[in-house]
């Protein structure tokens, strides 16, 4: 029987109170929250890794669908919901280590990965280095891999990078500065600070084409096909890197729709693949 170690504090949400738990791992604490039968060890493992500047509450409605069918388990990354930021500027792989050390420790079965957009950079980086840690892999909307741009649209964006870049070294007053931030910086970039904006910077320029190919579990791909952050040419590279991978597109579903309004499709296919597991 898997034996989770942790401190636990509670919080209340609209199906009741829920235990916040938490664990210590390469010096950082994770929050997270054990839906299901958790004292149940013949149930799969289900791990629950949210979107950037989301928490597991983006999950809660596939956790209230899926409860009796897995021991599961929804993450707060560090930096996100009740985890506090990490110490130092982390990578994906920084993230992937951590939780890999966790799932060790504790002496958990291989688990199925769940993930929607950075959760999935994260899942492609445990997948690729603790192989042994991880059964199988949903991505929704998955996030990691370049996006294929058109030169002019690519000598744009270098363009406008390099005169921000330059634009922010000669600009002496902090109000002037702020206001270049809002002009030239994504939504999450402008809505990020400190050690949380340099960890941005850091995994929107990673691309884990090589990470991606030494995946050996099943993958399970899900993009909307109105998605413009994660676009469905991504899942289509990602089922050409990944062996074992199977592409699903849902119509007329963006980054966020995909989670929300899809989600009675989603569920179908997790509801499945545990069966199956």
Aim: aromatic residues 10%; positive net charge.
């Amino acid at each position: 029987m898997t034996v989770f170690n942790h401190e636990t504090a509670s919080y209340e949400r609209e199906e009741g109170s829920i235990k916040v738990q938490n664990f210590n791992s390469h010096n950082t604490r994770f929050a997270y929250s054990c839906i299901g039968k958790e004292d149940d060890p013949a149930l799969p493992v289900v791990i629950w890794a949210h979107g950037w500047g989301h928490s597991h509450k983006s999950f809660k409605h596939y956790l209230a669908a899926l409860e009796q069918q897995a021991r599961h388990i929804a993450l707060d990354f560090p930096g996100f919901g009740e985890s506090p930021e990490p110490p130092e500027h982390w990578g994906t792989i920084e993230y992937a280590d951590a939780i890999a050390s966790w799932i060790k420790d504790n002496n958990m079965p291989p688990v199925l990965w769940i993930g929607h957009s950075f959760g999935c950079r994260v899942g492609t980086q445990l997948a690729a280095h603790h192989p042994e840690c991880v059964r199988e892999m949903i991505y929704i909307a998955g996030a990691g891999l370049k996006r294929p741009r058109p030169f002019y649209k690519r000598l744009y964006l270098f363009i406008r990078i390099r005169l921000f870049k330059a634009l922010r070294h000669y600009v002496p007053e902090s109000s002037l500065k702020k206001k270049l931030v809002a002009i030239f910086g994504s939504s999450d970039y402008n809505q990020t600070s400190g050690i949380m904006r340099k960890i941005l910077v850091r995994i929107v320029n990673e691309d884990l084409v090589e990470e991606a190919k030494k995946i050996s579990c099943p993958v399970t791909l899900i993009y909307g096909t109105e998605d413009t952050e994660t676009p469905p040419s991504i899942g289509k590279k990602y089922a050409q890197l990944i062996k074992n991978s199977q592409l699903h597109l849902l119509e007329g579903q963006d980054h966020i729709s995909v989670l929300q309004n899809g989600r009675h499709r989603i569920i179908k296919i997790i509801s499945d693949t545990i069966n199956d597991l």
